[in-house]
Every structure is written in structure tokens, then in C-alpha cells.
């Protein structure tokens, strides 16, 4: 039985707008680790290196382009980015997000809450 997983991507237009969009990745049950049974895994892709960062609580990251095409998953904390179109999305502890927008406005980003973020980046 297949299985998707959904998240978060923020990218840039043609005109250099950043705007959010959704990356589905589909899984598949698979034979991963024998002998533990199957379970659902997705395509293995790409990446080049990774990275762990802290950001303290109330930290704001004015309107920016991403550095590098890159995963940001939160580990802990809550993060909310915002897209230079004015869209907000937010991404708590367990949640990830692909930042494709290297290019053109970029987006905002903000710890939420009263406790830092804690971010592990994998460039894509």
C-alpha cells in the first residue's frame, strides 16, 4: 500500500516573488533493513551536507533569500516563515519545510514562542 507524506515548500517566481507550494512524497512499503519486516520508505535523494542550528527565542530573520536550497527540519521549538507574498506558515517541533527560494525577495523567518528553535539543515 503507498503511502504520501506532505510539506511545506517556499519557492520564487519568475519576478522574484516567494510564494508557498507542497512537495507530496510518496512511500512505498519496501524491504529496508531485513531481516525487521517491511515497512514505508520513500526515493532516496540527493544532498550535499547538513547542518544543526539554534535560533533564541524572538529571533527575526528580515526578508531574505534562502542561502542554498535546503530541508529545515524543527527538532524543537516553533518557527513561522513568511513568504514575500505575505502568506505565514508555521512549523513546530517534528515538522519540516524545503526552502527553494535562492533567489528574488526570500522570505521571513521568526521563533515563536518563548523557548529557541532547534533546526538540523540538509542541503538539497
Known sequence: ????????????????????????????????????????????AAATRYGFLRAPSGWVGDLHPSPMSMWVFVLSGEVE??????????????GAILLEDTTGK????????????VLAVVQV
Request: hydrophobic letters at 40%.
Open 81 to 94: 516563515f513568511e513568504a514575500s507574498d505575505g502568506e505565514r506558515r508555521r512549523v513546530a517541533a517534528g
Open 106 to 117: 526570500g522570505h521571513q523567518s521568526r521563533v515563536i514562542g518563548d523557548v529557541p528553535a
Open 1 to 44: 500500500m503507498a503511502f504520501a507524506l506532505t510539506f511545506s515548500q517556499l519557492f520564487s517566481d519568475t519576478i522574484g516573488e516567494s510564494h508557498f507550494g507542497s512537495v507530496n512524497l510518496q512511500l512505498v512499503t519496501r524491504n529496508f533493513a531485513p531481516p525487521a519486516d517491511p515497512f514505508d520508505v520513500s526515493d532516496f
